[in-house]
């Protein structure tokens, strides 16, 4: 079985940290071939644009992409890479596990989450405008179509993944309309898995208190765009921060991987850059695929290599480079 995959190494650190995890993804011995597809500075340096039509074009007929972290320019115009994406290829769900790592500071052990969000609509529909000079006005969206469509997802992913609990994040309490059509699809879409998977609902401010306080409580969480915005970076705070954090956007035709850190300039090309985070990027990719055992092989590599904490980046307190703790990782998988 070979697999053709879009990568995208993208800017600053990105090139370095694509070239370590398709290192540690080869190892697995499954066959990729790489459909390598520049976007972002160097895209706009030689086509004008960060997102050119071929790369779009690429992910569609592979239906997967890897992609490294890509500089929004500031002050250009030029609409970001990720909502382009993410708006054209109709990626409606932004998937982000949190789980703690032996070997990386936190001020947590033993969280486990996964953080669904809505990616297409809620506050980031970009419907606003000034009432006046001193008012100004943003439209909430929520559909029941887009709000059944994210919970029945993560009430798939549960299933998939052998979780217990899905637990819906809102504030219905205030926003009765759109939140309360949230909840409501979402306790629709519950329904069909009574007795499977639990089931759930918590107000978005109450949810952030719990999770700061009691984390091990909680799951699967589905949230509409905004409250995953926000609340997937605290869960992201609560394993050790965005370094480590990976990220999945997926819709019904194809699925963007990539981690949630940005492209880092002040330390591209050092050699510098810790690369768990596209890894574990990397290992979503290989579940999305059905291939869980290399999945499985990947993620323990990696967790055994940042908890022994010999071969590990700056960031993690060590001294190592990107290339030698990806080295450590890949001697890992082939040895597993
Ligand atoms: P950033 O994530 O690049 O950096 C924040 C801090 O974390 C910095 O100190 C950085 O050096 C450190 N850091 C990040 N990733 C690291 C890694 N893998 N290893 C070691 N240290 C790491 O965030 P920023 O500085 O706000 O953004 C820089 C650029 O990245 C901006 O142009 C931004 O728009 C872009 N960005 C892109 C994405 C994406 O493509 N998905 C996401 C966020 C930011």
Known sequence: MSYTVTLIPGDGIGPELAEATVGVLEATGIAFTWDEQQAGEAAIATEGTPLPDRVVDSIRRTGVALKGPIT??????FRSVNVGLRQTLELYANVRPA?????????????DLVIVRENTEDLYAGIEHRVGPDAAESIKIITRAASQRIAR???EYAVRNGRAKVTAVHKANIMKLSDGLFLESCQQVAADYEGRVGFEDRIVDNMCMQLVQKPELYDVLVL???YGDIVSDLAAGLVGGLGVAPGANIGEHAAVFEPVHGSAPKYAGLDRA??????LSAALM???LGEVVAADRVETALRAVVAE??????????TAGTRAFAAAVTERVRGA
């Open 224 to 226: 509409p765009n905004l």
């Open 286 to 288: 290989l579940r999305h």
């Open 153 to 155: 997802y993560a009430f």
């Open 274 to 279: 810790n690369p768990t985070a596209l890894i």
């Open 309 to 318: 904490g010999r071969t590990v980046t700056a960031d993690l307190g060590g």
């Open 99 to 111: 789980r703690s790592m032996v070997g990386v500071e936190s001020r947590y052990t033993g969280i």
């Open 72 to 77: 929004t320019p500031v002050g250009t115009g």
